[in-house]
């Protein structure tokens, strides 16, 4: 479970704060699917980097699995993000020159799993899947449709 609490974020601009996300107060249940809407300049992104632990709030409390993520080191920031958040980004953040199954594996390959390069590389087949694009494993990110990509 994740759970924001009275969440503010500053950032600086010249001599004043912009003040990005107000009293922000959320819970999202395990296996809870949500979506984050609103205008431009609402603070959708900032919202969530923060949830992704990507970047930190200013005031308020955020636990995720219980645990306060102010207290998280660097490597327990990663490591949550690496096993427990998962994101689609708006880029996708792919290697274009390289194929889909590589994409794939290579978040599992840094993500100092003991797994050898097998068990990997099928994990990755598995999660092709599930989102329906295995046939597409051996070709290059570069030849896929947007939608597609969004999957990989």
Excluded: C, W
Excluded at 28 to 35: L, P, Q
Excluded at 119 to 137: H, N, S
């Amino acid at each position: 479970m994740l759970q924001l609490k009275q969440i503010h974020k500053y950032y600086p601009v010249g001599r004043e704060k912009f003040h990005a996300l107000k009293d922000i107060s959320l819970t999202i249940e395990d296996g809870e699917f949500v979506s984050i809407e609103g205008e431009s300049g609402a603070g959708k992104s900032t919202l969530l980097h923060i949830l992704g632990l990507l970047d930190t709030f200013d005031r308020g409390s955020y636990l995720l699995d219980g645990k306060e993520v102010k207290q998280f080191s660097d490597a327990t920031a990663s490591a949550y993000r690496n096993q427990k958040i998962g994101f689609v980004m708006q880029d996708y953040s792919l290697i274009p020159g390289k194929t889909v199954l590589f994409n794939t594996m290579l978040p599992l390959l840094f993500g100092h799993r003991k797994e050898g390069f097998r068990q990997v590389r099928q994990k990755a087949l598995t999660a092709l899947q599930r989102v329906g694009i295995a046939d597409q494993a051996k070709k290059k990110v570069s030849q896929l449709s947007g939608g597609k990509k969004q999957r990989v």
